[in-house]
Nanobody
Framework: VQLVESGGGLVQPGGSLRLSCAASGFTFDDYGIGWFRQAPGKEREGLSCISGIGNTYQYMSDSEKGRFTISRDNAKNTAYLRIDSLKPEDTGAYHC????????????????WGQGTQVTVSS
């Protein structure tokens, strides 16, 4: 199992990013993919998850849900997380992970992780 994130970088507040998670080594559309963020000095937190058939789950606060959009392209074995209206507090390492059977919010349920892609929001 291999998961490789990309798409991070330095972005100004208010900007947008689309993060990618390229998967290999397993039947991609049999598994959900979760996205997590680890801010400096904080624990890893679940953001969103998408099942193999495209059902989506959002784990952030209601006020934040509108900024995050998860999607997947099973033909490309790739999942995506788009983040709009970026804020400095969105700074951190973003990881994708393979969901065990179904989607969960807690990172403790996931055993296969990518190395992460860094997002820095700063002017």
């Amino acid at each position: 199992v291999q998961l490789v994130e990309s798409g991070g970088g330095l972005v100004q507040p208010g900007g947008s990013l689309r993060l990618s998670c390229a998967a290999s080594g397993f039947t991609f559309d049999d598994y959900g993919i979760g996205w997590f963020r680890q801010a400096p000095g904080k624990e890893r937190e679940g953001l969103s998850c998408i099942s193999g058939i495209g059902n989506t789950y959002q784990y952030m606060s209601d006020s934040e849900k509108g900024r995050f959009t998860i999607s997947r392209d099973n033909a490309k074995n790739t999942a995506y997380l788009r983040i709009d209206s970026l804020k400095p507090e969105d700074t951190g390492a973003y990881h994708c992970a393979r969901a065990p059977i179904t989607c969960y919010s807690g990172p403790e349920f996931y055993s296969d992780w990518g190395q992460g892609t860094q997002v820095t929001v700063s002017s």
